[in-house]
């Protein structure tokens, strides 16, 4: 993808680019919510530490540049849902293609291992809602959302919609 001279690739992460995640999610944290770092390295590395919920990582994380510079990332879940746990594209990069193309790498790889239903939540207090129906994102849902400021798990007053995208459906066209 070419935008304006600069050149777009979209990449699996790696343990280089494991400060600039940890950087962006820091920043964008309002948005996004926490995620150890431990995660993001089993995400790029496929090898869990700690015996939290399974040996198994089933995460991966990618990163979108702009002529050699990181300028966002995905990190999805391939477990029991296909799932978008963050996305994030820094302030000074914000453009709707660049989500778009992190995101078409995540439902790539779903669709490479036999996946066609993905899910997300964003908060509703958030611009991002419209990038979400704007990508054909269906709202099928509202949750509390989670705080882990005094007890694991803690439920917050904000609230979360959930998005669905199902695609190679019977009864779905693929967009």
């Known amino acids: 993808m070419t ?5 777009t690739v979209v990449r699996r992460a790696t343990l280089d680019d494991l400060k600039y995640i ?10 996004l919510g926490f995620i150890p770092k431990t995660a993001y390295e089993a995400a790029i590395t496929g090898i869990k530490t700690g015996k939290r919920w399974s040996d198994v990582c089933n995460d991966k994380i990618w990163i979108c540049e702009e002529n050699n510079d990181p300028v966002g990332f995905l990190l ?11 996305i994030a594209i820094q302030e000074d990069a914000r453009l709707i293609e660049r989500g778009k193309a992190l995101l078409q790498a995540g439902i790539d790889h779903g669709k490479i291992i036999g996946r066609d239903d993905f899910v997300c939540g964003c908060a509703d207090d958030l611009p991002s809602n419209q990038f979400w129906q704007s990508m054909g994102w269906t709202q099928i849902g509202k949750r509390r959302g989670i705080s882990h400021k005094n007890t694991w798990k803690e439920t917050s ?11 190679n459906s019977l009864f779905q066209v693929e967009t």
């Open 3 to 7: 935008d304006n001279l600069l050149k």
């Open 22 to 31: 940890e950087h962006l999610s820091k920043q964008e944290n309002h948005a």
């Open 76 to 86: 999805m879940s391939f477990g029991g849902w296909s799932k978008v746990n963050q």
């Open 157 to 167: 007053g904000r609230q979360v919609n959930i998005y669905h995208r199902q695609f």
